[in-house]
């Protein structure tokens, strides 16, 4: 599955205003994308109230895979955590998450795709 279109698409039906920076040969191997895609969405769902501006989004290819990242601005000092759910469905596509959080500046979600 080619993720730059994959995330195309769900800007286009979530109609998010977001910057986004997608590489092209960004692939995973998978026949069913629907756990991703909830993943996604919940990553998007989490960070629109958390700030008053456009979310960043990238797409890079590496040598061992592809990353995919997400970025808000916000002056949040605390978080609430994310869902521990998220780990195990990215398993299927043998991806991990990880986050940054500076406080009262950024948070970050990056997915590594191996």
Same mark, same amino acid.
Request: charged content about 25%; hydrophobic content about 40%; some cysteine.
């Given at each position: 599955?080619?993720?730059?279109?994959?995330?195309?698409?769900?800007?286009?039906? !979530?109609? $998010?205003?977001?910057? $986004? /920076?997608?590489?092209?040969?960004?692939?995973?191997?998978?026949?069913?994308?629907?756990?991703?895609?909830?993943?996604?969405?919940?990553?998007?769902?989490?960070?629109?109230?958390?700030?008053?501006?456009?979310?960043?989004?990238?797409?890079?290819?590496?040598?061992?895979? /592809? $990353?995919?990242?997400?970025?808000?601005?916000?002056?949040?000092?605390?978080?609430?955590?994310?869902?521990?759910?998220?780990?195990?469905?990215?398993?299927?596509?043998?991806?991990?998450? /990880?986050?940054?959080? !500076?406080?009262?500046?950024?948070?970050?979600?990056?997915?590594?795709?191996?």
């Amino acid at each position: 599955m080619d993720l730059r279109d994959l995330m195309m698409m769900i800007q286009e039906k !979530k109609g $998010m205003k977001a910057n $986004m /920076s997608l590489e092209f040969d960004c692939q995973v191997a998978t026949d069913d994308p629907a756990s991703l895609v909830k993943v996604i969405n919940y990553i998007i769902n989490y960070l629109t109230p958390i700030t008053d501006r456009d979310i960043e989004i990238s797409l890079n290819a590496h040598r061992d895979g /592809s $990353m995919l990242s997400f970025a808000a601005f916000t002056e949040e000092l605390t978080l609430p955590a994310l869902s521990d759910q998220l780990e195990d469905a990215l398993k299927a596509y043998n991806a991990t998450i /990880s986050t940054t959080h !500076k406080e009262g500046q950024y948070l970050q979600i990056i997915i590594t795709f191996h």
